[in-house]
């Protein structure tokens, strides 16, 4: 929805440096740009910047910073419940000058304080300052979909949607974490939020499900929601989770539906992307627009389901080539966007995919993110899923593993998940994510070796690996990319399976339930059968979207390899020796392949950062 940014401390930064953060980030918001200052009784000074994206109540009556009595609101997101919570305000006697969702949220605070944050359903990143108290709250939606970066000094928090305005207000960067960068380059994305480092130091983001008070005292860090993942329910038949979910994905939709201007859907040939799409489609009369990436690597095209997907459901759809032409400027430029590495080189493909919504005059747009998380959407679910059942019930065991051998095994790469019995031998193993993690740390030139972990949320073997995945390892990855690309363009993505309802329903849903016949996402399948394609839902191949690094990297080119080479802080922690062999075969493995992808990108982001370093 926009971008926002702010102090509070003891001395408000220069009118030049608040104008400086706005303009960092004006693509987030370049409907509107607001301010507000103020200097409070007990000594404090606030500062708050607000870009609009206006989405929901076009009006300028809309616009932020949003006073209520002596209470300033800015906000980054939506409230997709702000109708019934309208209704709800008013039955308590509250009245209402603009249609937003941002005058609903004022309000439910006014009315229930902190309490009012348990009440919404959406994507928020919000601060909320009171004149009376002299307190400054900072708010972030459940699953992390909206950024809130923040920087402690001296008693002073800056805040914003991007580094880069954090930086503004600054008047100056924060150094590099190298540590963050060697974790990057061996471990890959995983292993980037299993803590609270950022890609510079004493930088942190708010977490996800929490909110910080700050006053004259200590701040007071709270989370306001965590995920139950022990709430199984045995009882609950295989139809009835079926049902469950269709209900509450509809619902789901139906509310991020809500707003005042077009907006569009992101469609591959999976059956997330679908699932949402059909709904729309189908269910609700939405007149869609799918946006597709086209592949350049046959292994991975989806092209044959797109295409029958557009055919069946009468969709408009927009096809988006992806070309190798200047494929390392453009990436460059995408890192100075980010303020951060790419994670993968598929976040390029969808940033070159977001360039096209914008360019058809969209302002938001929906995907299926975190659906592989909650549903089972990895191979290694499936040999999880075998060694919880191998104990349950060996007859589903039995049947489960010729159905993997026949559905999955053959469209597997990672040589680990190759042995059905690999998390049957050992639980514990995790070879396969942090996969070829002593090759890539012997590339470097001090070797950096840092054992995988993961959390424990609950004794099930599948649903501790899903929530790891959703709490730590995928989907903060995903919406961190998905947020910065989609903004980069002033475009607000919606996530319709992260949804609170729906989340709740299938952590109740049986683990035995999770994947029948060799397919994932069985529950997922069934609920919206008749509503998608038969085609979509009965395809059993998970394709993903991969991008072959070599097809947008051509090192014959003598400038591409100089550039590559040429010297900078990067070959202060990488062996150029290393990257000079990786340019020189014809073909990488998968793993290599991203290594050298990451290689690039921690190169131009230090060099983008040179003065952090």
């Known amino acids: 929805m926009c971008g926002i940014a702010g102090y509070f401390g003891h001395s408000l930064p220069l009118n030049d440096r608040l104008q400086s953060a706005s303009r960092s980030i004006s693509h987030r918001g370049p409907d509107g740009e607001g301010f507000y200052t103020h200097h409070g009784l007990r000594g404090q000074s606030v500062a708050f910047i607000h870009r609009r994206l206006a989405i929901i109540d076009l009006d300028p009556r809309a616009n932020q910073p949003f006073r209520v009595d002596n209470k300033i609101l800015i906000l980054n997101g939506e409230i997709y419940n702000y109708l019934e919570l309208r209704v709800q305000l008013k039955s308590l006697g509250h009245h209402f000058h603009t249609a937003s969702d941002t005058e609903v949220l004022a309000k439910a605070l006014l009315q229930w304080g902190l309490d009012a944050q348990k009440r919404l359903e959406g994507m928020w990143a919000f601060a909320w300052y009171d004149e009376g108290t002299g307190e400054l709250l900072l708010s972030r939606d459940r699953f992390g979909e909206k950024p809130l970066f923040y920087y402690e000094s001296d008693g002073q928090i800056y805040f914003a949607s991007e580094p880069k305005a954090i930086f503004a207000l600054l008047g100056r960067t924060l150094p590099i974490n190298l540590t963050q960068i060697r974790r990057y380059l061996v471990n890959g994305y995983k292993s980037l939020y299993k803590g609270q480092d950022t890609f510079f ?49 509809i619902r789901s939709v139906e509310l991020r539906l809500r707003a005042d201007v077009p907006i569009a859907f992101c469609l591959s040939g999976g059956v997330d992307s679908n699932a949402l799409i059909s709904i729309a489609a189908r269910r609700l009369g939405y007149n869609v627009h799918g946006f597709t990436v086209m592949n350049t690597d046959l292994r991975y095209e ?102 993997w051998q026949t559905y999955v095994q053959p469209f597997v790469r990672n040589p680990c998940l190759q042995n059905p019995n690999y998390l049957v031998d050992d639980p514990t193993r995790r070879d396969h994510i942090f996969l070829d993690a002593e090759v890539f740390s012997s590339m470097l030139k001090e070797p950096f070796n840092e054992a995988f972990r993961e959390n424990t949320f609950c004794n099930d073997l599948l649903r501790n690996r899903m929530a790891n995945e959703l709490c730590h390892e995928c989907v903060p990855v995903i919406l961190h990319e998905d947020d910065l690309n989609a903004m980069y363009y002033g475009i607000e993505n919606r996530s319709p399976f992260l949804d609170t309802g729906l989340y709740t329903i299938c952590q109740s849903i049986p683990t035995r339930h999770l994947i029948q016949n060799g397919r994932a996402k069985a529950v997922l399948r ?65 793993s290599r392949s991203k290594f050298l992808f990451n290689f690039i990108c921690a190169k131009f982001f230090l060099e983008e950062s040179v003065d952090s370093i």
């Open 201 to 249: 130091e004493e930088l942190k983001e708010v977490p996800a499900g929490s909110y910080i008070i700050y006053s004259s005292s200590n701040p007071r860090k709270v989370f306001y929601w965590r995920g139950n993942f022990n709430q199984q329910n045995e009882k609950l038949s295989f139809n009835e989770s079926v049902e469950a979910v269709r209900t509450a994905l």
């Open 302 to 403: 989806e092209r044959e389901f797109v295409e029958l997907s557009v055919n069946e459901l009468g969709l408009r759809h927009t096809a988006v080539p992806l070309t190798t032409e200047g494929f390392l400027s453009n990436l460059r430029t995408l890192i100075r966007g980010h303020d951060a590495p790419v994670y993968t080189i598929t976040y390029y493909a969808q940033w070159r995919l977001m360039e096209a919504v914008k360019a058809a005059g969209y302002k938001v747009s929906v995907s299926g993110s975190a659906a592989d998380e909650l549903f089972t959407g990895y191979f290694d679910h499936h040999l999880a899923y075998l060694a919880v059942i191998k104990n349950l019930d060996r007859f589903l065991h039995d049947n489960s593993l010729i159905n």
């Open 526 to 590: 069934e609920a919206v059968r008749t509503i998608a394609p038969d085609v979509i839902v009965d395809n059993p191949r998970k394709v993903g979207f991969n991008v072959p690094l070599f097809d947008y990297l051509d090192v014959e080119n003598p400038n591409v390899y100089d550039e590559l080479l040429s010297d900078g802080v990067i070959f202060d922690l990488v062996k150029r020796e290393e990257i000079e062999s990786l340019l020189s075969y014809q073909q990488l493995s998968n």
